[in-house]
């Protein structure tokens, strides 16, 4: 990860060294984790909103399909609004990567079993959940390094 790539930067040939047999993406990945959890922790703000009324599958452009999720998620902290949405969306916050690094800086929990969800009734009414399976998941795939290659979705 980062703590090994910072101790080489700046020398091609041990980048180069370092880079040998780890494939684009992977690095990739972790590069724009790591910008993503960097402008989050600059930018804090008051009220975190999802609208995932409608889940695409796919990479949001060509690829993939809507389906009708009707939800919406709201919190104060950005990192745990994150988990509990990639969690509906099928996918394990554990394993994704910048939620993994926000985890690690200390911005917020990923584990949703570990997060306090509530849900707003249609009468206003506010209810813990007991469990964050009360929630229905969709299975909501992302177009990512892997379309053009197997015309398969990632799921993390």
Same mark, same amino acid.
């Given at each position: 990860g980062w703590e090994a790539f910072r101790k080489i930067k700046?020398?091609?040939?041990?980048?180069?060294?370092?880079?040998?047999?780890?494939?684009?993406?992977?690095m990739w990945d972790e590069q724009w984790s790591q910008r993503a959890v960097d402008s989050a922790k600059a930018i804090i703000p008051g009220l975190n909103i999802?609208?995932?009324?409608i889940?695409? &599958?796919?990479s949001g452009f060509d690829v993939g399909r809507?389906?009708?999720?009707?939800i919406v998620?709201?919190?104060?902290?950005?990192?745990?609004?994150?988990?509990?949405?990639? #969690?509906? =969306? %099928? @996918? &394990?916050?554990?394993? =994704?990567?910048y939620l993994r690094i926000a985890k690690e800086r200390g911005m917020g929990e990923n584990d949703v079993t570990k997060?306090?969800?509530c849900r707003i009734r249609e009468n206003g009414s506010i209810e813990p959940l007991k469990s964050i399976r009360e929630i229905k998941r969709h299975k909501? %795939?992302?177009?990512? @390094?892997? #379309?053009?290659e197997t015309n398969e979705r990632l799921f993390w």
């Open positions: 700046g020398n091609s040939e041990k980048i180069k060294e370092f880079m040998s047999g780890i494939p684009g993406p992977l999802v609208e995932g009324v889940g695409r &599958d796919g809507d389906e009708l999720c009707n998620i709201i919190g104060f902290s950005s990192m745990e609004v994150d988990a509990v949405g990639t #969690w509906i =969306m %099928g @996918h &394990d916050p554990l394993e =994704m990567p997060i306090a969800v909501l %795939g992302v177009n990512l @390094h892997t #379309w053009k």
